[in-house]
């Protein structure tokens, strides 16, 4: 089944204490983004990356890394979590990033920080 | 900033009825998308629409572009309950890579 896998659904921690978010993408997709969703504000994306060892900041980028050394991961990294960074986390990723296919989303990773 | 604003923000309508969202952009784009998100889960696409297509068709929903405006609506016709959820269209900038961005979404409350 054709799928994005993000791991963990939920996740409460600590300020400053570093956490990964996983990401993959069975679909052989080039193109792969984070988002996070805030109430009121809908997604705003955080890094996207347009394919193996090319990835680039979106809209949010403050706060967070990410990496892509194979095409189908791509982790979301908060090196020193702050209480702001608290929010709906959605992967995603698509055939091509020129937004002419459709995307396919995880389901989510809601995470705390407290 | 935000380059997709949906309206309304939020639409209430009875099972039956057509619900129309509009969307308005600011910069030239290529394509742009409708999404669909159920409470909190991830999002489902439901359409795509070239810069160079006003209007297409999916089942009972249809959506329109206008490049002149600037602006895309998304209808919804007879509305179902199933039909609750948040709708988002999204477009991308071409800034050498694809940075995509998401309007702040409707949400739909389709009562039965």
């Known amino acids: 089944e054709a799928q994005v896998t993000q791991n963990p659904r939920y996740l409460i921690t600590v300020t400053g204490k570093k956490l990964t978010v996983t990401c993959s993408q069975n679909?052989?997709?080039?193109?792969m983004s984070w988002y996070r969703q805030d109430p009121g504000l809908g997604l705003r994306q955080i890094y996207y990356s347009m394919n193996v060892e090319v990835t680039d900041k979106g809209d949010v980028p403050e706060g967070y890394k990410v990496s892509r050394k194979e095409k189908r991961n791509f982790p979301l990294i908060l090196e020193s979590p702050s209480p702001n960074q608290t929010s709906l986390y959605f992967c995603?990723?698509?055939?091509?990033?020129?937004?002419?296919?459709?995307?396919?989303f995880g389901q989510g990773t809601r995470l705390t920080v407290v | 900033s935000q380059q997709g604003e949906e309206d309304p923000q939020a639409l209430s309508i009875q099972e039956g009825e057509n619900a129309t969202m509009n969307c308005s952009y600011k910069?030239?784009?290529?394509?742009l998308q409708w999404y669909r998100q159920n409470s909190g889960r991830g999002l489902v696409h439901l359409i795509l629409i070239r810069s160079n297509e006003r209007e297409k068709h999916s089942g009972r929903l249809r959506v329109t572009l206008d490049t002149s405006k600037k602006s895309s609506s998304l209808l919804i016709t007879a509305s179902r309950a199933a039909d609750t959820a948040s709708y988002f269209c999204?477009?991308?900038?071409?800034?050498?890579?694809?940075?995509?961005?998401f309007g702040a979404g409707t949400r739909l409350f389709v009562k039965a």
């Open positions: 999204a477009t991308a900038l071409n800034t050498g890579g694809f940075k995509t961005i």
């Open positions: 679909m052989n997709h080039e193109y």
């Open positions: 910069t030239s784009i290529n394509n």
């Open positions: 995603a990723s698509s055939f091509t990033g020129a937004w002419n296919t459709e995307a396919f």
